[in-house]
């Protein structure tokens, strides 16, 4: 079984958009509001790589496509429990906030379930943290171009060959104190529990001694979980795009986890899963 791969259970037909669709003048305004947010991110060239650049120009992706964020944070910043047990709501730029590493020696490896292109995006939006992508996402027009300059690390998933140098080098970026972000599913799926989380990146965090965050991605229309924003099997990134273009009233909820340490990578793996599904059953057997 390759680590890195693995077959799409979900198709497009799994992305459904049960609310109405917004007008088509509405429509038309977000695709122009999109197209300006990256040519302007475009411009900002090297400059993108700074956190806080590259948070706001997220933030405003987002805003252009009318979604809202919401940042659960049922954690101190040191990751233990809030005292009283209510989540917190942030959204938020706070100084000093960092609701997705954890403060130490070493950067974090965030996990989180994977739905949608738009995950990338709700992340950088809460906090900047290198991305572990797919080769192929390199050469994806304008969204190539901005995650080659905002340093992701690019792995070729057919090549098993490759997998040791990438977990070496994984856990040298985490001990120089460099957070990477991964999702561990392998491939999208329509709902938040999907496919058993690979192990292989995991032990990255085992050799640099670092800690695990597990994060929950969930999408809402008028406050009811959503596959709108689903890209999903072999459906094209024009196609997702004007589903979530159309899409009323969607948000993306954030969820972060205390963090993991300690372990090999087989219960770290295991863990960060149930942390993220939760008691959610999956969508698919």
């Known amino acids: 079984m390759n680590p890195w791969t693995v077959e799409p259970v979900c198709t497009p037909a799994c992305a459904k958009n049960p609310a109405a669709g ?29 956190p806080r650049t590259l948070r706001a120009e997220a933030r405003a992706i987002l805003a252009a496509l009318r979604i809202r964020l919401d940042l659960d944070l049922d954690l101190e910043q040191d990751g233990s429990p809030k005292p009283d047990g209510s989540p917190g709501r942030d959204v938020g730029p706070e100084q000093g906030r960092r609701p997705l590493t954890v403060p130490g020696p070493t950067g974090t490896l965030v996990v989180a379930n994977h739905i949608s292109w738009l995950d990338v995006i709700v992340l950088l939006a ?24 905002i340093g992701t690390r690019f792995i070729d998933r057919a090549g098993l060959r490759e997998l040791p140098y990438t977990v070496a080098e994984l856990a040298r970026t985490l001990r120089t104190g460099q957070s990477v972000m991964v999702f561990p599913q392998g491939t999208t799926w329509c709902s938040v529990p999907g496919g058993t989380f690979r192990r292989a990146t995991f032990q990255a ?8 965050r597990p994060v929950t991605i969930d999408y809402l229309q008028h406050g009811v979980p959503s596959t709108v924003a689903g890209f999903l099997g072999d459906e094209g990134f024009a196609t997702s795009l ?3 273009v159309g899409a009323g009233e969607l948000s993306a ?33």
């Open 253 to 285: 909820r954030v969820t972060t986890h205390r963090p993991l340490t300690g372990g090999d990578r087989r219960s770290l793996a295991a863990e960060a899963q149930r942390a993220v599904s939760g008691s959610r059953a999956p969508a698919h057997a």
């Open 22 to 50: 917004v007008p088509l003048p509405e429509t038309m305004h977000r695709y122009a509001s999109v197209a300006r947010t990256l040519l302007h991110s475009a411009a900002r060239g090297d400059r993108l790589a700074d």
């Open 126 to 149: 809460v906090e900047p943290v290198t991305l572990l992508a797919k080769r192929e996402v390199g050469t994806w027009p304008v969204i190539g171009t901005l995650a080659r300059r």
């Open 205 to 212: 965090a085992v050799d640099a001694g670092a800690p695990v």
């Open 242 to 244: 004007r589903r979530v």
